[in-house]
């Protein structure tokens, strides 16, 4: 299996290693990354600069970072680095921090890469790594995760994406339907952990930016989180790992009489 692997959070994120680690088992794994991080900024195309692309390794794997926003990279990949074929799969991720409920999950930058891809006909997972709030803020300000937290990281992720895996690949249409499954695990899972199919959480962010001097900054409140049974949120409450199906081709199919 060929797998694209790109995130938001540029080649510096720990969690684009341990997602090497994890992909490598199932195919070959090809990445591109924004040279900088891009979150927040959904499914962007880039259409009046002109892009970069810097070729890098990372542990020995063919990488390299391109200029542009994640679904710029995805695009970029699936069109330039396979030579007019187009990878089986595009993963996207491991994203540091929840894509859950439907705003935030439109607004992401990791889930705007796999959306991408299913418009060039790929289909596409999206992994999110919910983080402890110490170790979220320590990302934050000094862009690292400490040794025993990846530790503890690595060892639960290693076995989501097995299990994830092994479910998706046992679906006969897995690699034939353009679909994105968004996946989020939770910052410690319970220890009967599921995997939960879920749908979008009804959970909805407000003003995005607050005044600091004399400019606005991102800098917003946190919603309620959806709790209704069968929300990702509420899945990710529990210490379950929530899997939603996101089809771009039952996007605006219901027709209603003006």
Known sequence: M?????N???VDSPLLRLAIDCLKPLGNV??????????WKGKS??????????PISIDGVSACTFSGTPADCSNFGIYHLYD?????LVVGGINIGANTGLSFTV?????????????????AV??????????FRTWLEDRRILDHEMVQLRDQTEQVVTRLFERLQSRSNFLGKAVTWNVNIPSTLRDDWELAPTCLGQSFYGSCFKKHGDVFRHDMNSPEPDETEGADTAA???GDVSVTRLDLMTFGQERDEL
């Open 2 to 6: 060929e797998i694209l692997l790109t």
């Open 84 to 88: 007019g074929r187009k990878p089986d």
């Open 8 to 10: 938001d959070d540029s």
């Open 45 to 54: 195309i880039t259409r009046f600069e002109s892009l970069r692309m810097e």
């Open 30 to 39: 090809t990445v591109v990354v924004p040279e900088e991080e891009q979150s």
């Open 107 to 123: 607004s992401s930058g990791t889930v705007g890469a796999c959306l991408e891809a299913n418009i060039a006909g790929v289909p």
């Open 236 to 238: 990710i409450l529990a």
């Open 126 to 135: 999206a992994l999110s790594q919910v983080l402890k709030r110490e170790v």
